[in-house]
T-cell receptor
């Protein structure tokens, strides 16, 4: 069974631009969550999607948004990029519920210059 | 607000040593606790998932324990090998229906040949 895939793996953008990252969950998983990882803050929860609906959102500005499609693939978008948005963006998929493990993708490394 | 702490932040041991990594959390209202491994620049690999009703889980040379009432978990690694060198992260899943994980900042383990 294929794992969680994320594209692209690396991105370099300029301040003020916008970026879209993609995540394909494990087949059969309908829950997708996104995290931002930085050296200073560690892993921080961005948002969670299930059945094309955002179920929970972390404490990030409105520049960070996401969506989920009917095939459970998810995208996150960051508009008006700032230098502080440079991070590893990770997505995780699971069978939704408290008894299931979450599986992470390899991440997208975003560098904002 | 749930806070997860991992001590020590870094650990260096000789090959073959048994070792313990610690994780503590402030709110015992959790569904489960998950241990992950992260290699430099890579995504997270799930190691063990312990439900709140369980005391421990084992996988190969790894054993994780959970004491929910005291807000503590340990990850025991037996007969460490250089290939175990990585950052180990623990994360708790909060009660309340969300898939959100709250992460510690990790312990960076180096196993010297």
């Amino acid at each position: 069974k294929a794992g969680v895939t994320q594209t692209p793996r690396y991105l370099i953008k300029t301040r003020g631009q916008q970026v879209t990252l993609s995540c394909s969950p494990i087949s059969g998983h309908r829950s997708v969550s996104w995290y931002q990882q930085t050296p200073g803050q560690g892993l921080q929860f961005l948002f969670e999607y299930f059945s094309e609906t955002q179920r929970n959102k972390g404490n990030f500005p409105g520049r960070f948004s996401g969506r989920q499609f009917s095939n459970s693939r998810s995208e996150m978008n960051v508009s008006t990029l700032e230098l502080g948005d440079s991070a590893l963006y990770l997505c995780a998929s699971s069978l939704r519920g408290p008894y299931y493990e979450q599986y992470f993708g390899p991440g997208t490394r975003l560098t904002v210059t | 607000k749930q806070e997860v702490t991992q001590i020590p932040a870094a650990l260096s041991v000789p090959e073959g040593e048994n070792l313990v990594l610690n994780c503590s959390f402030t709110d015992s209202a959790i569904y489960n606790l998950q241990w992950f491994r992260q290699d430099p620049g890579k995504g997270l690999t799930s190691l063990l998932l312990i439900q709140s009703s369980q005391r421990e889980q084992t996988s190969g040379r790894l054993n994780a324990s959970l004491d929910k009432s005291s807000g503590r978990s340990t990850l025991y690694i037996a007969a460490s090998q250089p290939g175990d060198s990585a950052t180990y992260l623990c994360a708790v899943r909060l009660q309340g229906g969300s898939e959100k994980l709250v992460f510690g900042k990790g312990t960076k383990l180096t196993v010297n040949p």
